[in-house]
């Protein structure tokens, strides 16, 4: 049974930065296509970013150039990087693993494990 635990949320003024991980037991991350989504009351679940087994990465347009994915397949561990963050941002982030191929278009319905999830709050 593969678990994913998400940890490094917290509560950030603007144009600060905070570095979500997300650990993985019960298999091999890389095994995985991984994605982080966020989920802001009363919106949609979205795709951030995702990285693949080949180290290949997607994001969000409203991320671009201001979040970083990226995985440590010693620690079985993903990561997303985030600076210069915008009140928007405010959200439930969750990380997610795909069996199959992913991208941050894929939809939530591709992703067969999910963590519980960890807030993130950027005040202005």
């Known amino acids: 049974q593969v678990q994913l635990v998400e940890s490094g949320g917290g509560s950030v003024q603007a144009g600060g930065s905070l570095r979500l991980s997300c650990a993985v037991s019960g298999n091999t991350i890389s095994r995985y296509c991984m994605g982080w989504f966020r989920q802001a009351p009363g919106k949609e679940r979205e795709g951030v970013a995702t990285?693949?087994?080949?180290?290949?990465?997607t994001y969000a347009d409203s991320v671009k150039g201001r979040f970083t994915v990226s995985q440590d397949n010693a620690k079985n561990t993903l990561y997303l990087q985030m600076n210069s963050l915008k009140p928007e941002d405010t959200a439930m982030y969750y990380c997610?693993?795909?069996?199959?191929?992913?991208?941050?278009?894929?939809?939530?319905?591709?992703?067969?494990?999910w963590g519980q999830g960890t807030q993130v709050t950027v005040s202005s």
């Open positions: 990285i693949n087994w080949l180290g290949s990465m």
């Open positions: 997610a693993a795909a069996v199959f191929g992913c991208t941050v278009a894929s939809g939530p319905q591709r992703f067969n494990y």
